[in-house]
């Protein structure tokens, strides 16, 4: 875990919400930090979405508790009977999220004095819920992190290292331990970029205008997301059969490294496109796309068509590759495709200020 905004904006919010209870006299001020803990969110968006939940959660767990509490009893022996409803309830009404909190909720609110039960049962429920209201309050407060920054950052990065090892791969010059170190770290890293992609996309526009331009950045950035999970499938399928692949003759290695280097060119070529770093040529056309995927295979069919059984490597090895080179062909045509229509059709609201750094 690296220490981050979201760490510093939940001990503010826990601050926060203990002041408010303090400021309002609350006997139990630490319920207020406690409920904040849970509510506080990486975006104003789930912040928002989250506060509702966990209100609805709250307000299901105290009226089980204030109706155990007034008419039936509060021994420990209830308090689980009316835990068990209350879980029951909120997965009926699809509130899963809020267990936790709901139960910390009708916990406290049952285990209220028996004198005046009701009157303290409702300051508890009501210090909870400031709790909640100080974790939203932190949440507007802060500025978001810029997410498509780093979602763009991340995925440029990310396919940096997957291209120097395909590269790597195809001279024969890749060092396999550090391959397979470093793939893992491509796997999780391809895993915080669907993170950083959810977080992004639920980023929320106040212009018309915008909301039509983030459209179609949401759509450029899932694209570039499928366009790096191919290259690391190539990258992964390239490792496990290089024994075949070394089988090929020369003329027949240099025929898959050509077509290989071509999309990881192509590939960094429209990462660099999108922020402006390559200029996108108004004239484009779809001619301009690579091969067609199948004059390519009829291509490799009769280039790997050998006449020495002996020495013939895996049909089915071969195959995968060559399988994992068309699908990372496809996803690219089309994220060029996507880019060379966001640039050209839509200048004005398609200004990107993104700079490449390295992690």
């Not at 789930?46 to 609805?56: C, D, G, P, V």
Request: aromatic share 10%; charged share 25%; hydrophobic share 45%.
């Amino acid at each position: 875990m690296k220490f981050g905004a979201r760490i510093l904006k939940t001990g503010i919010a826990i601050s926060l919400a203990l002041f408010i209870a303090e400021l309002f006299h609350s006997p139990s001020p630490s319920l207020a930090g406690i409920s904040a803990i849970f509510a506080i969110q990486p975006s104003i968006y789930r912040s928002y979405r989250t506060i509702l939940e966990r209100a609805q959660g709250n307000v299901i767990g105290a009226i089980i508790a204030i109706i155990f509490g007034l008419y039936i009893g509060n021994d420990f022996i209830l308090i689980g009977v009316a835990s068990v409803l209350c879980v029951a309830l909120l997965i009926q009404f699809k509130l899963e999220n809020t267990v936790g909190l709901a139960l910390v909720t009708l916990v406290i609110v049952m285990d209220s004095p028996g004198n005046d039960f009701l009157e303290i049962a409702l300051i508890r429920f009501g210090t909870i819920m400031l709790g909640l209201v100080a974790a939203f309050i932190v949440n507007l407060i802060f500025i978001p992190p810029k997410y498509e920054v780093a979602l763009f950052q991340q995925i440029y990065n990310t396919n940096n290292e997957i291209i120097k090892w395909i590269r790597l791969n195809l001279r024969h010059a890749a060092d396999f331990p550090l391959l397979k170190k470093d793939m893992n770290w491509m796997q999780k890293q391809l895993t915080q970029i669907r993170n950083q992609y959810e977080l992004y996309k639920e980023e929320r526009t106040f212009l018309k205008r915008n909301s039509v331009s983030k459209a179609r950045k949401i759509a450029i950035y899932r694209q570039m997301i499928l366009c790096s999970q191919k290259a690391y499938e190539l990258l992964k399928i390239q490792n496990r059969y290089e024994n075949d692949y070394l089988q090929l003759e020369p003329m027949k290695q240099e025929v898959m490294r050509q077509q290989i280097d071509y999309l990881a060119d192509k590939h960094e070529q429209l990462l660099l496109t999108y922020i402006d770093r390559v200029a996108v040529d108004a004239e484009y056309i779809e001619d301009h796309l690579a091969q067609d995927p199948k004059e390519l295979m009829d291509l490799f069919l009769n280039e790997m068509k050998s006449d020495d059984p002996e020495n013939n490597p895996d049909e089915y090895h071969l195959m995968r590759i060559i399988a994992c080179v068309f699908a990372y062909q496809e996803t690219l045509d089309y994220l060029e495709k996507l880019i060379h229509s966001f640039k050209i059709r839509h200048t004005d609201e398609n200004k990107i200020d993104i700079s490449v750094t390295d992690e």
